[in-house]
């Protein structure tokens, strides 16, 4: 079974700062997808970012990157420029390649980013 | 932007009672889940959905959820007689295609008493 562990269950950045989110996963597929999600006070889950584990680019969305080391199973999520609206719980989530038979996303326990201004 | 909705935002119910979670996916999708948060816990995945069928659902799917598509718009998760360990936060996702990102709805609070 897929497991995905963030570590460090609250963080803070100084506004304007970077700060990185780490996670890591086990699986034995070679094919998934990673995600991070941002799930704000409002509690409703938005996509950050995804990463194919075929793909060796690492994923990035204006301020937002990822740094995947598929040989570690590690997939942490950088944060650049830090503002007060990312302050927000963040979920890494795995998925296998759908040619699995599996849509199913497996969450870690998340993130509480805090900004401070 | 289109976005999944939830229907109630909160719901309190008694144990032992049915009660009905509604959501209406993005219209041009495809792919329909339900996952659940218990407090201070992960989000665990619970059921997708397509075709009008279940295609993959977990352990703790057991014999009193049922989900269903009833009239092309609406998708519901129904728990048939509630229990404590039952109360969580429930998610309703949706995605285009099996490949594709799950959009996430805002969730429906279930407390049973």
């Known amino acids: 079974a897929q497991t995905v562990t963030q570590s460090q269950p609250e963080m803070s950045v100084q506004e304007a700062e970077t700060v990185t989110l780490s996670c890591t996963y086990d699986t034995s597929e070679s094919d998934y997808y990673l995600f991070w999600y941002k799930q704000p006070p409002s509690r409703q889950m938005i996509l950050v970012i995804r990463?194919?584990?075929?793909?060796?680019q690492n994923a990035t969305e204006n301020r937002f990157s990822v740094n995947f080391q598929k040989a570690a199973k590690s997939f942490s999520l950088k944060i650049s420029d830090s503002q007060l609206g990312d302050a927000a719980m963040y979920f890494c989530?795995?998925?296998?390649?759908?040619?699995?038979?599996?849509?199913?996303?497996?969450f870690g326990k998340g993130t509480k980013l805090s900004v401070i201004p | 932007e289109p976005e999944v909705t939830q229907t109630p935002s909160h719901q309190v119910t008694q144990m032992g009672q049915e009660v009905i979670l509604r959501c209406v996916p993005i219209?041009?999708?495809?792919?329909f889940y339900w996952y659940r948060q218990i407090l201070g816990q992960k989000v665990e995945f619970l059921v997708s959905?397509?075709?009008?069928?279940?295609?993959?659902k977990s352990e703790i799917f057991d014999d009193q959820f049922s989900v269903e598509r009833p009239d092309g718009s609406n998708f519901t998760l129904k728990i048939r007689s509630t229990k404590l360990e039952d109360s969580a936060m429930y998610f309703c996702?949706?995605?285009?295609?099996?490949?594709?990102?799950?959009?996430f709805g805002p969730g429906t609070r279930l407390t049973v008493t």
């Open positions: 990463q194919e584990a075929y793909k060796q």
């Open positions: 996702a949706s995605s285009r295609d099996r490949d594709y990102e799950q959009y």
């Open positions: 959905f397509y075709n009008n069928e279940i295609s993959e």
């Open positions: 989530a795995y998925r296998p390649y759908s040619g699995a038979g599996s849509y199913q996303l497996t």
């Open positions: 219209s041009n999708h495809l792919y």
